[in-house]
């Protein structure tokens, strides 16, 4: 099955500072590639996600690129935040199904003020 | 429009009992995906529905089940519940429209089993 591996696990950054967590997958099937953020007692919401037809895509603050032949994806966030710290997921979709997903372990994501 | 709702939002279950969670999806959307999430597991994919079928599977046990009514309201069920089996259930809904599939989760049902 689809085995997803993420890190760091966790991560300390100064308020301002640039945070990039990497993500890779095993199932070449695999086609789409969502990114949750978790606030503690809260659920998972959608930051960023991106499809294998393409390599980058923005929002703001965060960026997410995707290397299709290396099998690996990554999430940045600029000029982080306070209220950046949570816990970051990344997903992959497992045989081209966008519906059933495996999930990165997590990164605990700190931002110092 | 409303967002992803689950009940109850906590439950205490003895081993050996079995137990059904509720998930009521945004409204319009017809999938509906359950996973589990521990500390040590992470999250992990149960099943997920769509139209009253279920269409994708995850690597759980046959104590996990699940069905999705007409309206697309869905409920997992354990049974024989296990120590191991506390958890937080999350359901995620989408919509299933190829540029928006995003999944969105509810608040979660805490299990936990003594």
């Known amino acids: 099955g689809e085995n997803v591996e993420q890190h760091p696990s966790t991560l300390s950054v100064q308020e301002g500072d640039s945070a990039v967590i990497k993500c890779t997958y095993s199932?070449?099937?695999?086609?789409?590639f969502p990114w949750y953020k978790q606030e503690l007692g809260k659920r998972p919401q959608l930051i960023i996600d991106?499809?294998?037809?393409?390599g980058e895509k923005k929002d703001q603050r965060i960026a997410v690129t995707l290397n299709k032949t290396a099998k690996h994806f990554s999430l940045h966030i600029t000029e982080t935040q306070p209220e950046d710290s949570a816990v970051y997921f990344c997903?992959?979709?497992?045989?081209?199904?966008?519906?059933?997903?495996?999930f990165g372990a997590g990164t605990t994501v700190t931002v110092r003020a | 429009k409303a967002g992803v709702t689950q009940t109850p939002r906590y439950l205490i279950k003895t081993r050996g009992q079995q137990v059904t969670l509720s998930c009521s999806p945004i409204?319009?959307?017809?999938?509906v995906s359950w996973y589990q999430q521990t500390p040590g597991q992470g999250l992990q994919f149960l099943f997920e529905?769509?139209?009253?079928?279920?269409?994708n599977k995850g690597n759980f046990p046959g104590r996990f089940s699940g069905r999705q009514f007409s309206n697309s309201r869905s409920e997992m069920n354990v049974s024989t519940l296990e120590l191991g089996d506390s958890a937080l259930y999350l359901c995620?809904?989408?919509?299933?429209?190829?540029?928006?599939?995003?999944?969105?989760f509810g608040p979660g049902t805490r299990l936990t089993v003594l």
């Open positions: 995620a809904s989408s919509l299933e429209d190829r540029e928006t599939d995003t999944q969105y």
């Open positions: 199932d070449s099937a695999s086609n789409y």
């Open positions: 991106i499809r294998s037809n393409v």
């Open positions: 997903a992959a979709s497992i045989g081209g199904n966008d519906y059933k997903l495996s």
């Open positions: 409204s319009g959307h017809r999938s």
């Open positions: 529905y769509f139209s009253e079928t279920q269409r």
